[in-house]
């Protein structure tokens, strides 16, 4: 994975008379995502499409309101999941406005159907299983930046974020997200993280990867795992992920948790080497 971090997002502010927005301007994922907002729909989205326009993005990517989505979807975006219990317990509908027909377009769309109709079927199965032997599982720190970057970029061609660079992961550490890492020989080879929103009380599970030698031994199961278990430590009960629409495996790690499939973004961010579709797994960790 090489990448530059100027490349990425950036967050801030965006206010008008009778609208306030939190964007995340990505020029990576060419889009503009709006992660909370207050005040005037209409007005907002009149800005939404300004801020498209100037920064060249093919899709943007609105957190909705339950009151507001039925109004976005009469400005003709469209409702593609729903983050269950997102807002301090209430819904979040993922509304998304497109650009252009080949950002529109899914590619593998009945693929991922067949793919997400096997993972339905699987059972679900228990939470405390044994970790295979040889490897061990810990909440992970800024010291292992470094050996948490090198497994990043050998993971993933391209990425939503710019996980291969230390600095970037010491930074989100920092700001409060949580990583845990299952080590082989004192070695680093899976992680996974919980980026926490401590205002709405809701976290991503995100960041998933193993070695591919060190696959098979369903570790990636046992990091979600500690990461509820963290995650309920601090009273937060709403999980969500946004798992690769063709990777059979992370769709049934989910499934198999206890999660709830709620939607697909089409093409939604660059991961691997090209722009792919993204489905919404959203589970209630106080039940």
């Known amino acids: 994975m090489t990448t530059k971090n100027e490349l990425y997002s950036h967050s801030r502010t965006e206010r008008g008379q009778d609208f306030t927005m939190e ?16 005040g005037n729909v209409q007005t907002m989205h009149k800005r939404v499409l300004e801020l498209a326009m100037e920064n060249g993005f093919t899709k943007v990517f609105i957190k909705s309101r339950p009151e507001d989505w ?5 400005l003709g975006y469209m409702l593609e999941g729903v983050f269950k219990r997102y807002f301090n317990g209430g819904d ?3 509304m998304a406005l497109y650009f252009t ?34 490897y061990s599982i810990r909440l992970a720190t800024t010291e292992d930046a470094e050996q948490l970057a090198r497994l990043y970029d050998a993971v ?39 980026e926490v929103n401590t205002l709405y009380n809701n976290a991503e599970m995100t960041d998933c ?29 709403c999980a969500y992920s946004l798992a690769r629409s063709l990777s059979f495996g992370m769709n049934a790690v989910f499934h198999q948790l206890g999660y709830e499939y709620t939607g697909r973004m089409t093409k939604n961010c660059n991961i691997f080497d090209k722009f792919e579709d993204m489905s919404l797994w959203v589970k209630d960790l106080s039940r």
């Open 156 to 194: 993933f061609q391209t990425y939503p974020t710019p996980m291969n660079d230390a600095a970037y992961i010491k930074k989100v550490m920092l700001d409060g997200t949580i990583f845990y890492a299952v080590e082989s020989n004192r070695q680093i080879v899976s992680a996974a993280s919980a």
């Open 23 to 38: 964007i995340c301007l990505d020029p990576f994922n060419a889009r503009l995502r709006i992660d909370d907002y207050r």
């Open 209 to 237: 990867a193993t070695y591919p030698e060190h696959r098979k031994h369903g570790l990636m199961r046992h990091l979600i795992v500690a990461l509820e278990r963290e995650l309920q430590s601090r009273n937060i009960y």
């Open 70 to 74: 039925q109004a976005l979807l009469s």
């Open 92 to 94: 979040a509908y993922s």
């Open 101 to 134: 027909d080949e950002r529109r377009t899914s590619d593998y769309w009945m693929q991922e159907d067949n793919i997400l109709r096997q993972v339905l079927t699987l059972p679900t199965k228990p939470s405390d299983e044994l970790l295979a032997q040889g």
